[in-house]
């Protein structure tokens, strides 16, 4: 079974207008350094048809195509640092779970919640106990320390719940700030809630060293290098050796496979192409590194399937 554990649904009317104009940015920016002359206008006017999946249809599709068998879709909730979005977080919340619903077998959500919105912890609550939802995202880039006090409610009751806790780390895109997002600020959190699944997202990129110096004394702290296709599109081999360098750390137990999509559709560098590249590790490494296929394995499903008591 392949699992992707960090995946999106990127709706127009469920993120802030900021957040669009930055991805367009962002998109004009990498083509013009490959020598494709574009303006961030020009990729806002085709952006929305890329993501626009109302019923999880497409995702199913292209999840079929790829040969991943379940995804995690995370909410997301960036209103306060960048406006809010048309549709409220609770009713995109309660559409996602809806949406997850319709294709019980295929996708598991989480709710995505920022700590510093009112009434978080009864929406937590009520996407649990009511709406189904599996999961917890939570993305402190938005100006949090993860490790502020005021926030050990919400994660009192996940742990109550048994349900996992996906934070992100490592650096992002303005207006985030990435002093928040270094995974250091969930030591705490693994020390205070024993019981608690958490996990680090993207391998907390540049900082993945430090993470894996964590990760080697915790039993409750996981990863996933989802997003890392960026690394792999410019130089696969590094990528490789970042890799193998944090399964020597770590060991294969606590990493996982995500896509971070549908984010790399942009980049026309699909999960199937992600996927099969990972695949064929244990097989068709670049030269001077090995990958076990039971490593594989681990990362690509066996591993989540623990988490998420598959």
């Keep these: 079974m392949v699992i992707d554990f960090h995946a999106h649904h990127w709706t127009q ?27 961030p206008e020009e990729v806002s006017k085709n952006l929305f048809q890329l993501f626009e999946d109302p019923t999880g249809d497409i995702l199913i599709k292209e999840m079929d195509d790829a040969g991943i068998d379940v995804t995690v879709l995370a909410g997301l909730d960036l209103g306060l640092d960048m406006g809010e979005p048309p549709i409220s977080v609770r009713d995109q919340n309660r559409e996602l779970a809806k949406i997850c619903q319709r294709h019980s077998k295929r996708l598991i959500p989480f709710v995505g919640l920022d700590p ?25 880039a938005g100006g949090w320390y993860a490790n502020d006090r005021k926030y050990y409610s919400l994660y009192e009751k996940a742990q109550e719940f048994k349900v996992p806790v996906l934070f992100h780390t490592g650096a992002t895109l303005p207006p985030f700030r990435n002093i928040y997002a270094h995974p250091i600020y969930l030591d705490d959190i693994t020390i205070d809630f024993p019981d608690l699944t958490i996990i680090a997202a993207h391998m907390g990129f540049g900082w993945w060293r430090e993470l894996a110096s964590m990760i080697e004394k915790k039993t409750n702290l996981f990863t996933d290098f989802s997003g890392w296709q960026s690394n792999a599109m410019r130089n696969f081999p590094n990528f490789c050796r970042t890799l193998r360098e944090m399964l020597d750390l770590v060991g294969p137990g606590p990493t996982l496979f995500g896509t971070d999509g549908p984010a790399f559709r942009l980049y026309k560098y699909t999960n199937k192409v992600w996927l099969k590249a990972l695949q064929e590790l244990s097989q068709n490494p670049p030269p001077g590194i090995t990958f076990t296929q039971e490593e594989v394995d681990a ?12």
């Design 13 to 39: 009317g469920w993120l802030p207008k900021l957040f669009w104009d930055g991805v367009a940015k962002r998109v004009a920016a990498v083509r013009q350094r490959t020598g494709i002359a574009t303006t």
């Design 116 to 140: 510093r919105r009112k009434g978080t912890l009864k929406l937590f609550e009520t996407a649990i106990k009511e709406w189904g939802m599996r999961g917890l995202k939570l993305d402190p």
């Design 299 to 310: 990362m690509l499903g066996k591993n989540a399937q623990k988490i998420l008591g598959l």
